[in-house]
């Protein structure tokens, strides 16, 4: 089998999958119970904690655990949205973010909030002067994705941190999912607020991951229902989930300096894949490098996916969210690109991808289009 979906999910580590059944089997009790199988298990939430605010260079109070990339971005955005509503409803985004923030940027306009969306380039890029120029006096957030999931275009989140540094009244976040273990981020640097990471993005479990919140941040949280998590994100703490999520977490920091590597492989792809006459593509030449997204032109995505599956490849369209949906890419329609959105393809790679699984899926591909256009004549 040849994966090339990765930024949909990865498959957990042996490690990780270790850790969790360990933790599950030796630490089961209640990290809030007053007993002493409590007390360990507190102990080891205590330490997991510690583990994580260590690699990520915050505090460890500014760690907030939750159950993903969905979770994190709807604390974050509604958090700050609901903490600060007397003080403004003005949020800005961009058009190309993940549903888990456009959607939410939806329901808060259908509240009273007022949203402005960003415009990218051809290459899924802001503008810094943009973004200046959008800010109110009501602005309260800014929460602008790192890596895009479709395409790869990364946004310049120093630049902005340090622009908004100089609103301290306005919360920057960031939806790190497809960046962490890939492209680093000063995570403790200031005008970075909020950041979300998710578990199952980089060999962890799913239903785990991190929402980093600074100490000066002031979210709402979503239910309640008890103090955990600083009362910020309350329910019983998924200690196996969280100690497995810190181990995944080391593990794609000692994977990272495999990037430049992966580098040659995009750029293999952009070579081959661009010299052919039906194929259009979509990510920016210096994108990141493990999300590389193109068009067939005339060909409609679904069809080449199961051609490709039936050969053990298995690429996707957009967003795992959002791919059962018969519409064309909300993103590369953002870049301008209208016909090539209506069949944009997307192949993300893992850390560790052999070589010749990127020169299998080019030969496959080439092959599945000849076929299909031999027999539309």
Known sequence: MIYLDHSATT???????????????????????IHSAGSESEKLFKSARKQVSELL?????????????TESNNLAIKGIAYAHENRGKHIITTRIEHPAVLQVCEQLEREGYEV??????QNGFISIE?????????????????????????QPIEDIANLLRHYPKIAFHTDH???????????????????????HKIH???????????????LQ???????????????????????????????ALNH??????????????????SNHSAIEINSPKHGAAHIFNFSVLGFKPEVLIHALAEKDIFISTRSACSSKENEPSHVVLACGKETAAESALRVSMSMDQAEEDIDLFIKELFKTIQQYENIMG
């Open 11 to 33: 498959k957990p580590a042996p490690e990780v999958l270790k850790t969790f059944q360990k933790v599950s089997m030796d630490y089961f009790a209640n990290p809030s119970s």
């Open 57 to 69: 260079k915050v505090l460890p109070e500014e760690i907030v655990f939750t159950s993903g990339g």
């Open 116 to 121: 402005t969306y960003l415009p990218v380039d």
């Open 130 to 154: 943009d973004l200046r120029s959008a800010i109110r006096e009501d602005t309260i957030l800014v929460t602008i994705m790192h890596v895009n999931n479709e395409i790869g275009s990364i």
């Open 177 to 199: 999912v497809q960046g962490f273990g890939k492209l680093p981020l000063p995570y403790e640097m200031e005008g970075l607020d909020i950041v979300t990471i998710s578990g």
């Open 204 to 218: 962890g479990l799913k239903g785990t991951g991190c929402l980093i919140k600074k100490r000066h941040i002031s």
């Open 221 to 251: 949280p979503l239910f309640q229902g008890g103090s955990q998590e600083q009362s910020i994100r309350p329910g019983t703490e998924n200690l196996a989930g969280v100690v497995s999520f810190a181990k995944a977490m080391r593990l």
């Open 256 to 273: 990272q300096r495999e990037y430049q590597r992966i580098k040659t492989l995009q750029q293999k792809l952009y070579e081959q894949l």
